[in-house]
């Protein structure tokens, strides 16, 4: 007898139910028709039992496909909040998330500034540091130069600058230059804008061209801590133009090094607007250009007078105290310092001292400004120990004031040689008093290389002379004096006066310039 039967074999995924299985056969035949399972009655049990499972593989299978599904759902969930999520290291923020970020930090900086006094207003649009941490890294390094929050906010676009990448390059260069560290503070407050400057594109060039107009390398770091501004200057602007200007009026070219160096600020004047205007005005007071170039050689400062603000006042000043016009040039040639000072208060105080010691008059202290410009500097009190002196000379008030307004320099004078000049003239040349009020410019002469030889000369051949006629000459018109018999009267000089032609003596310098002095090359 054969009995069929079913067998299923489950797996997560699938079913196999085989048929038909190797059939149970009994070994003992003669017993086939006795012997017989009584299956009919069991069959629908075992049908049920096959069926039910069948659903049950089933359910499982079904069980696991919702279960596979379920965490696919949920695998694909993460995945998209992952691509969707700002926090996640795998995203990639939107514009408007980053722009929100910066606009955040930049809050926080502004939030940080505002607390240790410094006003952000002008810092919009400007990079910033992303963190507080950074911008209080900045703000230290700079309190450290020296640095206030006052000068911070006078130019806080300092702040833009970085520490490593700005800050240490610029001041590692300037200090291999010479520029003393003591320096940094008062450097950094006239130029802060060279912490924004690159060593090599920037500052370097503008050194080398310093260099080629014969600043010496030691002078170079006194030069940018006298005019740290010319660190900014493009090398074919206002610098080429300034200095082949004034090589054009008769600056010498191998002074131009000394002028730069003891005036940098001459490379950032524009020609048209301040230095062609500042010569003119000298020349049509009657200085010769040549003049006003070798005025520029030995004060190169007195090119930042303001014309407007200050030199054209003063030259009406003189004006005002009986200084006569065709005199202002050899004023101002003498002492161009007069142009450049708070004048009329020096002359009100002078003119009223000198009025009130020796009744100098109002036109007389007029021409003592003409021969000695330089006495609207003096001190009162050194004034008055001259004006005892005499007094104690055995000068009266009459001739000391007559003195005075030939011979301002008496005012100036060293008393300690102006007593032994005194003490010769007494013992030695036994003269009156009146030859020194005629000419009190004795007192200006050296005593032991001048006075003492041309006395005993004239002495020894008996002439009789004026003080004049003894003194104002040179070495050279003297001894060809000593060859007269008689003196004439054309002979008998006048009290010394300033000669401009000294100020146009030739210089030996063989450089030319082909500088066209046009009005249009310069505005």
């Given at each position: 007898?054969?009995?069929?039967?079913y067998?299923?074999?489950?797996?997560?995924?699938?079913?196999?139910?085989?048929?038909?299985?190797?059939?149970?056969?009994?070994?003992?035949?003669q017993?086939t028709?006795?012997?017989?399972?009584?299956?009919?009655?069991?069959?629908?049990?075992?049908?049920?039992?096959?069926?039910?499972?069948?659903?049950?593989?089933?359910d499982?299978?079904?069980?696991?496909?919702?279960?596979?599904?379920?965490v696919?759902?949920?695998?694909?969930?993460r995945?998209?909040r992952?691509?969707?999520?700002?926090?996640?290291?795998?995203?990639?923020?939107?514009?408007?998330?980053?722009?929100?970020?910066?606009?955040?930090?930049?809050?926080?900086?502004?939030?940080?500034?505002?607390?240790?006094g410094?006003?952000?207003?002008?810092?919009?649009?400007?990079?910033l540091?992303?963190?507080?941490?950074?911008?209080?890294?900045?703000v230290?390094?700079?309190?450290?130069l020296g640095?206030?929050?006052e000068?911070?906010?006078?130019?806080?676009?300092?702040?833009?600058?970085?520490?490593?990448k700005?800050?240490?390059?610029?001041?590692?260069?300037?200090?291999?230059?010479?520029?003393?560290?003591s320096?940094?503070?008062?450097?950094?407050?006239?130029?802060p804008?060279?912490?924004?400057?690159?060593?090599?594109?920037?500052?370097?060039?503008?050194?080398?061209?310093?260099?080629?107009?014969?600043?010496?390398?030691?002078?170079i770091?006194?030069?940018?801590?006298?005019?740290?501004?010319?660190?900014?200057?493009?090398?074919?602007?206002t610098?080429?133009?300034?200095?082949?200007?004034?090589?054009?009026?008769?600056?010498?070219?191998?002074?131009i090094?000394?002028?730069?160096?003891?005036y940098?600020?001459?490379?950032?004047?524009?020609?048209?607007?301040?230095?062609?205007?500042?010569?003119?005005?000298?020349?049509?007071?009657g200085?010769p250009?040549?003049?006003?170039?070798?005025?520029?050689?030995?004060?190169?400062?007195?090119l930042?007078?303001?014309?407007?603000?200050?030199?054209?006042?003063?030259?009406?000043?003189?004006?005002?105290?009986?200084?006569?016009?065709?005199?202002?040039?050899?004023?101002?040639?003498?002492?161009?310092?007069?142009?450049?000072?708070?004048l009329?208060?020096?002359?009100?105080?002078?003119?009223?001292?000198?009025?009130?010691?020796?009744?100098?008059?109002?036109?007389?202290?007029?021409r003592?400004?003409?021969k000695?410009?330089?006495?609207?500097?003096?001190?009162?009190?050194?004034m008055?120990?001259?004006?005892?002196?005499?007094?104690?000379?055995?000068?009266s008030?009459?001739?000391?004031?007559?003195?005075?307004?030939?011979?301002p320099?008496?005012?100036?004078?060293?008393?300690?040689?102006?007593?032994?000049?005194?003490?010769?003239?007494?013992?030695?040349?036994?003269?009156?008093?009146?030859?020194?009020?005629?000419?009190?410019?004795?007192?200006?002469?050296?005593?032991?290389?001048?006075i003492?030889?041309?006395?005993?000369?004239?002495?020894?051949?008996?002439?009789?002379?004026?003080?004049?006629?003894?003194?104002?000459?040179?070495?050279?018109?003297?001894?060809?004096?000593?060859?007269?018999?008689?003196?004439?009267?054309?002979e008998?000089?006048?009290?010394?006066?300033?000669?401009?032609?000294?100020?146009?003596?030739?210089?030996n310098?063989?450089?030319?310039?082909?500088?066209?002095?046009?009005d249009?090359?310069?505005?």
């Amino acid at each position: 007898m054969k009995i069929r039967s079913y067998a299923g074999i489950t797996k997560p995924s699938f079913l196999l139910v085989h048929p038909e299985l190797p059939a149970l056969t009994s070994r003992n035949p003669q017993f086939t028709s006795i012997f017989t399972l009584r299956i009919p009655c069991n069959r629908e049990k075992l049908i049920g039992m096959i069926t039910r499972s069948q659903y049950s593989v089933a359910d499982r299978r079904l069980a696991t496909r919702y279960g596979d599904s379920s965490v696919s759902n949920k695998n694909t969930n993460r995945l998209g909040r992952r691509q969707g999520g700002s926090s996640s290291l795998y995203s990639r923020p939107s514009l408007l998330d980053m722009k929100n970020d910066r606009m955040e930090n930049r809050a926080r900086v502004y939030e940080f500034l505002r607390g240790i006094g410094i006003v952000p207003d002008e810092l919009d649009g400007l990079e910033l540091p992303v963190t507080v941490e950074v911008m209080r890294e900045r703000v230290d390094f700079l309190h450290k130069l020296g640095l206030t929050i006052e000068d911070l906010n006078n130019y806080p676009l300092v702040l833009g600058c970085s520490v490593k990448k700005n800050m240490i390059p610029v001041l590692d260069y300037l200090g291999k230059l010479g520029v003393r560290k003591s320096t940094f503070t008062e450097f950094l407050r006239r130029y802060p804008q060279v912490l924004h400057a690159s060593v090599v594109i920037d500052l370097s060039p503008v050194v080398k061209y310093l260099q080629g107009m014969d600043i010496k390398p030691d002078d170079i770091p006194r030069v940018l801590e006298r005019y740290p501004e010319v660190l900014g200057f493009k090398l074919e602007g206002t610098m080429s133009t300034s200095v082949a200007y004034l090589v054009g009026i008769g600056v010498a070219r191998r002074e131009i090094g000394g002028v730069l160096t003891r005036y940098p600020e001459i490379l950032g004047m524009r020609v048209g607007r301040v230095i062609k205007p500042f010569v003119e005005y000298l020349e049509d007071l009657g200085i010769p250009r040549l003049g006003v170039a070798r005025l520029i050689e030995k004060g190169p400062h007195i090119l930042g007078f303001g014309l407007e603000e200050r030199v054209k006042p003063n030259v009406q000043s003189l004006l005002e105290f009986c200084v006569r016009k065709e005199s202002l040039a050899s004023v101002v040639a003498q002492y161009p310092e007069i142009i450049g000072i708070d004048l009329k208060p020096k002359l009100l105080s002078q003119q009223s001292s000198l009025k009130s010691v020796i009744d100098l008059s109002p036109e007389e202290f007029g021409r003592v400004v003409e021969k000695m410009p330089q006495v609207v500097s003096l001190s009162d009190r050194p004034m008055m120990k001259h004006v005892d002196f005499l007094k104690n000379c055995g000068f009266s008030l009459e001739q000391v004031r007559k003195m005075v307004a030939g011979c301002p320099q008496l005012l100036a004078l060293n008393l300690d040689i102006m007593k032994l000049s005194f003490e010769f003239f007494q013992t030695e040349m036994q003269r009156p008093l009146d030859d020194l009020v005629d000419f009190p410019a004795f007192f200006t002469y050296g005593l032991e290389s001048t006075i003492k030889p041309r006395h005993k000369m004239v002495s020894k051949k008996g002439l009789k002379c004026s003080l004049g006629w003894l003194l104002n000459c040179s070495d050279e018109k003297f001894a060809q004096r000593m060859d007269y018999d008689t003196i004439e009267m054309e002979e008998m000089e006048l009290l010394p006066s300033f000669d401009m032609n000294t100020l146009t003596e030739p210089k030996n310098d063989d450089s030319g310039s082909d500088y066209d002095d046009s009005d249009d090359d310069y505005v």
